[in-house]
């Protein structure tokens, strides 16, 4: 069959989960069968995320091709277990960048480059690139901000010609807010009118509408919605909150979502989605009634979506351990040696974040030694990892000044230095270890015993390694390198295996978590972590 194209929008205010409903959706048509893929379109003008602070735009995400991306994309693999790469995630920088690099080339043979139809055909072209790539059933392309930001106007604008071209091949759902006033006890449809009127005068007309809430619409208020947007009653459905994002699919289905779009688009569907591996997942989210503590130690802890792959990440490996997530954010620049005792004794398991920067880095010293002594589960991830070797270096091989190179140039033992390959490197975007690396581990190590394989291929996105000089020294001393890269022969992972579990990745395994695929790695920490808690109330039941 032909490759339909689904394009969400959105609007009223940002930040109403268009990549969960797309995600959604994607995870329905995929339990039917069908071969989906998701994209997203982003309105900034950076050529990717990768130099953003993660305040302005939460967690840049990586691809297994090194792709730096948008954070959405980590939702689209957690529900569809589908592989993103680089052509899944396009920002105006980019188009803009590829356009210009062919009119130097010369590539429109003189002609004045304009946004309509030169930039709006880059769009064009890349919108279709995955299914002119791959035979995909279904591309599901979402449309980053808002209706009626003058960012997205040239994207709205391909989507209008695509509408036109693609025919019964296309589709639009539009996600709006339908917010609920407290003093008038009422909900307001006006924001949605406004928001399809702004989207109508651009030329786009929606097939479907999706509206976020916190109260239940009534039936009523729905079709006068759909009266008021010319959409059909039928193809309005509403998204009230939920407590778990990973719901949403299930109740996007109970609306008939997924049955709305395979019959505008005219595809032929029998029975219902094959959900019951998924129906598994939320059957343990629901029932858990056992806590498993864990604490994040980081400088973004303000804005959690800084850690939304790890967050992730542990909330599969707890459910599947059948266990609720109790997740405690720690600032390590508030993080001392006078309190440490007081934030982390509760914990059943510590995490040490990645970043990048000085800023905060002393606080995770602190954590990392008050874990090692008090043998806590502790996992440190990227610039964790580093720091964990830090701290080691530092309070058991004796060497004071030891530090990576980011953070002291000078230092007299660079237990942490930059890749041979960087050194020259003056740009920041894109130009770290970028994508997913072979890892070869000891087989009998924990991580090793965890992954159940001698070789694993996880996501890099850093700068600094740790330095070989120094790894027989670290040895004998007890911090064992498990997990060795077989081409360079660089250090991936470390591990005290006197401790009840306590590792350190260079790369990111967060990534690669989903639903159905948790990650083993993340499994193994929280099944230490789920042992700790046991043996402390059997402990206190003792007393």
Known sequence: MDTKYIFVTGGVVSSLGKGIISSSLACLLKARGFKVTIQKFDPYINIDPGTLNPYEHGECYVTEDGHEADLDLGHYERFTNVRTSRANNVTTGRIYQSVIEKERHGDYLGKTVQIVPHITDEIKRRVKFLGVKDDYDFIITEIGGTVGDIESLPFLEAVRQLRWELGKNSLCIHLTYVPYIAAAKELKTKPTQHSVKALQEVGIQPDVLVLRTEKDIPADMRRKIALFCNVAPDSVVQSQDVNSIYKVPLNMHRQHLDEIVL?????????????????????????????????????????????????????????????????????????????????????????????????????????????????????????????????????????????????????????????????????????????????????????????????????????????????????????????????????????????????????????????????????????????????????????
């Open 263 to 543: 019959r505008k688009t005219e595809t032929p569907f029998e029975g219902e989605p094959h959900m019951e591996k998924w129906m598994e997942f939320i059957e343990k989210l629901d029932n858990a009634t056992e806590t498993v503590n864990i604490a994040v130690v980081g400088k973004y802890v303000e804005l959690q979506d800084a850690y939304k792959s790890i967050s992730e990440a542990l909330l599969h490996a707890a459910t599947y351990a059948n266990r609720r997530l109790n997740l405690v954010y720690v600032h390590s620049e508030k993080l001392t040696d006078g309190n440490v005792d007081e934030r982390l004794a509760d914990m059943d398991g510590v995490i040490i974040a990645p970043g990048f920067g000085q800023r905060g880095i002393e606080g995770k010293f602190v954590a990392l030694r008050w874990c090692r002594e008090h043998d806590v589960p502790t996992f440190g991830i990227c610039l964790g990892m580093q720091c964990m070797v830090i701290e080691f270096a530092r309070n058991v091989l004796g060497l004071a000044d030891a530090n990576s190179t980011e953070m002291d140039t000078h230092t007299s033992n660079p237990v942490i230095d930059l890749m041979e390959e960087q050194k020259n490197i003056s740009n920041l975007g894109g130009t770290m270890r970028l994508g997913a690396y072979e890892c070869r581990l000891d087989p009998d190590s924990t991580p090793g015993k965890a992954y159940g394989t001698e070789t694993v291929r996880e996501r890099h996105r850093h700068r600094f390694e740790f330095n070989n000089a120094y790894r027989e020294a670290f040895e004998n001393a007890g911090m064992k390198c498990v997990g060795i890269n077989p081409a360079t022969n660089l250090v991936e992972v470390v591990e005290v295996p006197g401790k009840k579990w306590f590792v350190g990745t260079q790369y990111h395994p967060e990534y690669s978590s989903t639903v159905l695929s948790p990650s083993p790695i993340f499994r193994s920490f929280i099944n230490a972590s789920v042992e700790r808690h046991q043996m402390r109330l059997m402990a206190e039941t003792e007393k």
